[in-house]
């Protein structure tokens, strides 16, 4: 009987030898590590390109240096910004606005997609009005806030908790929608029904909906921000480059956008490692054949 199951063993296709399973993952594993790798070089390549573009570009006369200067002047302003601490100023106002408001948002949306999507008599009456005010686009409103909350803050906030209400509410609506039925079927079967019913069974299964939600409010609220903060603002990123452009300090300008867009960075990364942490199910796009 030994030698019969060694001839079986043997007769069996490489790929599926018992022995073969241990040194063919660990290529595959290599394999996808260089491939990675190498997107994360191509990446950074490209990068580097753009940035050395951005520097030899106006010192050979192929742009006018007045009003793109290279990168190197670009960072010693903003290098003054820093060691003054202005820079620290505006990035403190411009990131503690868009946090509330995009806090609020998600406090406000989230449980209002869950019972918009949940309830269909709910739906139907606020259809109508969902569909009028997410049409109309967030800063076409912002005289009207600033008529209605004055130039301080309180316009600001309101206008970020506007414009991010509405991916949050349309992606945890969809979510819930979405939801198998049979999902639902086999909890009321197991006698899960009311508050547990969506403890354990809609909020999971709509969540990475939400979570998708929750991102594009992050990019909106840092993108609103900044349009409201040229307007009657006194502090932040958005008053730091129409202040820099009426100034003519142009290297200052651009290295307020490049603030901004690394403020809209960091917010994305933290969002993604809370979506990571949270939809710990969810199969990462860097792992993805």
């Not at 660990?26 to 190498?38: E, F, K, M, S």
Request: positive net charge; contains cysteine.
């Amino acid at each position: 009987m030994a030698e019969v199951s060694s001839l079986a063993v043997d007769a069996l296709p490489s790929s599926l030898h018992p022995l073969s399973l241990g040194p063919t993952s660990v290529p595959l594993t290599r394999r996808w590590t260089h491939r990675a790798a190498a997107l994360r070089a191509r990446q950074y390549a490209l990068l580097s390109a753009l940035l050395a573009v951005w520097e030899f570009a106006p010192r050979l006369g192929l742009v006018n240096a007045v009003f793109l200067p290279p990168l190197s002047a670009v960072l010693e302003a903003g290098a003054v910004l820093i060691v003054n601490g202005q820079l620290f100023v505006h990035l403190a106002t411009s990131f503690v606005r868009s946090l509330m408001g995009f806090s609020l948002a998600v406090a406000i949306a989230v449980p209002a997609g869950l019972l918009i999507g949940w309830s269909r008599p709910i739906a139907d009456v606020v259809s109508p009005v969902v569909e009028l005010l997410r049409n109309t686009a967030a800063l076409a409103l912002l005289p009207a806030f600033v008529l209605v909350l004055g130039i301080g803050e309180a316009s600001k906030i309101a206008l970020i908790v506007y414009a991010c209400s509405w991916p949050i509410l349309l992606n945890t609506i969809s979510g819930v929608r979405e939801i198998d039925p049979l999902l639902l079927k086999s909890a009321s079967v197991l006698g899960i029904t009311g508050l547990r019913l969506f403890r354990t069974v809609v909020l999971p299964a709509a969540l990475p909906a939400i979570v998708v939600g929750v991102r594009l409010a992050g990019a909106v609220s840092v993108l609103v921000l900044v349009a409201a903060e040229m307007i009657g603002a006194k502090a932040g990123l958005g008053y730091l480059v129409i202040y820099s452009q009426y100034n003519f300090q142009i290297p200052q300008m651009y290295f307020g956008i490049l603030s901004i867009t690394a403020l809209g960075v960091a917010f994305n990364g933290a969002l993604v490692a809370f979506e990571r942490y949270v939809v710990i199910w969810k199969e990462p796009s860097g792992e993805r054949k």
